[in-house]
């Protein structure tokens, strides 16, 4: 089946920018997601991008598609502590209509 | 709204005992599905309904079964649990395909003996 890869850790201090990466291997997927979980909680929509876009923008959230390479990366600007958390990377495939999650980057922010 | 709602939010079980875990949306989607999330291994899908009625396997489906009887309702069902089923499960509804976002539950927390 298809994968999703992403690195497990990262840690940031506060103020700083982050960048998570992800690769994917469908090279039919139509878009690429970005999820949030805090502890304890289920996982909440950041952002997506649709494939044939290479960056979107959303406040401090930059994603960058190289598809190409099927990597596909999320930079937080500014970085604070209430960003701690687990970014879940996802592909919706050629269909959309289920997702494959990668296994998910737990972002710790220091003071 | 209340969203996607899960019940019971904790459940510990013996091996050889059966369960029914429900979800719930009052969003009117026709998506939904069930996840389990396991530590390092990510979210991994279970099964899925893409409309009331119908189900389908997922990535994970043994030792699982579905039902959708009503648009609103997807029952996850263990028949006979095993401790390999420990983990938290998440149930997540979607308006179709041309709506980008999954709604998640807060998750159910299953601990197997």
């Known amino acids: 089946g298809e994968d999703v890869e992403q690195s497990l850790f990262l840690s940031v201090r506060e103020g700083d920018s982050s960048v998570i990466n992800c690769t994917y291997t469908?090279?039919?997927?139509?878009?690429l997601y970005w999820y949030k979980q805090e502890p304890g909680a289920g996982l909440q929509l950041l952002t997506y991008?649709?494939?044939?876009?290479d960056m979107k923008q959303d406040q401090r959230l930059t994603v960058l598609l190289n598809k190409k390479d099927k990597h596909l990366s999320l930079r937080i600007a500014d970085t604070q502590t209430g960003d701690s958390a687990i970014y879940f990377c996802?592909?919706?495939?050629?269909?959309?209509?289920?997702?494959?999650f990668g296994k998910g980057t737990l972002l710790t922010v220091n003071p | 709204n209340a969203g996607v709602t899960q019940t019971p939010k904790f459940r510990v079980l013996k091996t050889g005992q059966s369960m029914t875990l429900l979800c719930a949306q009052d969003m009117n989607h026709e998506y939904m599905y069930w996840y389990r999330q396991d530590p390092g291994m990510g979210l991994r899908l279970i099964h899925y309904?893409?409309?009331?009625?119908?189900?389908a396997k997922g990535e994970v489906p043994d030792g699982y079964n579905v039902s959708r009887l009503k648009k609103q309702n997807f029952l996850l069902g263990l028949e006979s649990a095993a401790p390999s089923q420990t983990s938290v499960y998440f149930c997540?509804?979607?308006?179709?395909?041309?709506?980008?976002?999954?709604?998640f539950g807060p998750g159910t927390r299953l601990t197997v003996l």
């Open positions: 469908d090279s039919s997927s139509t878009y």
């Open positions: 997540a509804s979607r308006a179709s395909t041309a709506d980008n976002e999954q709604f």
């Open positions: 996802a592909d919706g495939g050629g269909s959309n209509y289920k997702l494959t």
């Open positions: 991008i649709f494939s044939n876009m």
């Open positions: 309904s893409v409309g009331e009625g119908t189900t």
